[in-house]
């Protein structure tokens, strides 16, 4: 139960950084198919994903500072 | 031999390792080393079966730009989830892991479970099982997707297992938590490293055409390194709370 716990955590531990993850990919796989060169994806890629990161800190130290 | 893999693989281990060693010392010296090892054995079996099964069709099985995808999901989620908490560590914003203080709250947990009796303690050899089984299952994750990634999976072997043998070797000499390990600088180093290593994989699972693969790859860890750390200043400006602000590079 705890190990099963421990995989899905990566999901419910925190759902922000999560969907953050799941859109920076969608967003990157969109520009593809259209055709948007792959450098520019993969650097666009690396700063959606950097987001993800700084939206979800950002979440839980607001939540500690109110 | 991948030094960058096998020295991903040795910092992402070796913090597993040291969470599980703390487990097993705590049932060791309250239920007996015999019950210790019973637990650590049993979760060893387990996670190797789970090796065979996870490992095997990844590596000759399924195409590659599926295993890319796959691998490179798993890396950003632990990767990033790793980088975050370090992050918040870092800044002050989240004690840092104290081994002592989960040393002495498990050790406390025994006791109250009872005396040590003559043969195996079945609460405490399932105590280390949990406790070997769900960090060794982390462990493991990092070894197969960074092994993978990097198309070297043995250089992620050698690396993880130089952690086992080093953790080990400190716990029997020691035989007390290990508190010295700079566990959140660690953390901090393989959340970049899986971050930018998932980042690349999944980008080039999708078709992402990066310039110059290796180089990219550097840039892309570089990028996460140096933002991370900016970030983590401006967080820890914004607290100020200098005094707690403890974590990288110690």
């Known amino acids: 139960m705890k190990a099963i716990r421990?995989?899905?955590?990566?999901?419910?531990?925190?759902?922000?950084?999560?969907?953050?993850?799941?859109?920076a990919l969608l967003v990157a796989k969109f520009l593809l198919v259209i055709g948007v060169a792959g450098v520019a994806v993969g650097g666009l890629l690396a700063l959606l994903l950097f987001a993800a990161i700084l939206v979800s800190i950002a979440r839980e130290v607001r939540a500690k500072k109110v | 031999?991948?030094?960058?893999?096998?020295?991903?693989?040795?910092?992402?281990?070796?913090?597993?390792?040291?969470?599980?060693?703390?487990?097993?010392?705590?049932?060791?010296?309250?239920k007996g080393a015999r019950t210790a090892w019973t637990g650590a054995a049993l979760a060893v079996v387990v996670l190797a079966a789970l090796v065979a099964i996870i490992g095997y069709p990844l590596v000759h099985v399924v195409q590659l730009p599926?295993?890319?995808?796959?691998?490179?999901?798993i890396m950003l989620l632990?990767?990033?989830?790793?980088?975050?908490?370090?992050?918040?560590?870092?800044?002050?914003?989240?004690?840092?892991?104290?081994?002592?203080?989960?040393?002495?709250?498990?050790l406390d947990r025994q006791r109250q479970s009872g005396q040590r009796g003559a043969g195996i303690d079945g609460f405490g050899a399932m105590t280390t099982f949990n406790g070997v089984f769900l960090e060794g299952l982390e462990a493991v994750f990092i070894v197969i997707t960074v092994g993978l990634s990097?198309?070297?999976?043995?250089?992620?072997?050698?690396?993880?297992?130089?952690?086992?043998?080093?953790?080990?070797?400190?716990?029997?000499?020691?035989?007390?938590?290990?508190?010295?390990?700079?566990?959140?600088?660690?953390?901090?180093?393989?959340?970049?490293?899986?971050?930018?290593f998932g980042t690349f994989w999944a980008g080039e699972g999708m078709g992402v055409k990066w310039w110059d693969k290796d180089v990219s790859l550097?840039?892309?860890?570089l990028f996460f390194l140096i933002v991370s750390l900016i970030a983590t200043a401006v967080l820890k400006a914004g607290r100020g709370d200098v005094s707690k602000s403890v974590g990288v590079g110690h």
Do not use: C
């Open chain 1, 6 to 23: 421990v995989i899905v955590g990566l999901v419910y531990d925190d759902p922000w950084l999560f969907g953050g993850t799941l859109v």
């Open chain 2, 1 to 30: 031999m991948n030094l960058y893999v096998a020295g991903a693989a040795f910092l992402g281990a070796g913090v597993e390792f040291t969470e599980a060693l703390t487990i097993f010392l705590a049932v060791a010296l309250t």
């Open chain 2, 66 to 73: 599926v295993v890319q995808l796959v691998v490179g999901l």
């Open chain 2, 78 to 106: 632990f990767g990033m989830r790793w980088l975050r908490k370090a992050m918040l560590r870092a800044s002050g914003y989240r004690a840092l892991h104290d081994e002592e203080a989960a040393f002495a709250k498990e």
């Open chain 2, 150 to 196: 990097a198309q070297a999976l043995s250089s992620a072997i050698y690396g993880s297992v130089a952690a086992l043998v080093v953790i080990v070797l400190l716990g029997v000499a020691l035989r007390k938590p290990l508190k010295a390990v700079p566990e959140n600088a660690m953390k901090y180093v393989v959340g970049v490293m899986l971050s930018s």
């Open chain 2, 218 to 221: 550097l840039f892309v860890a």
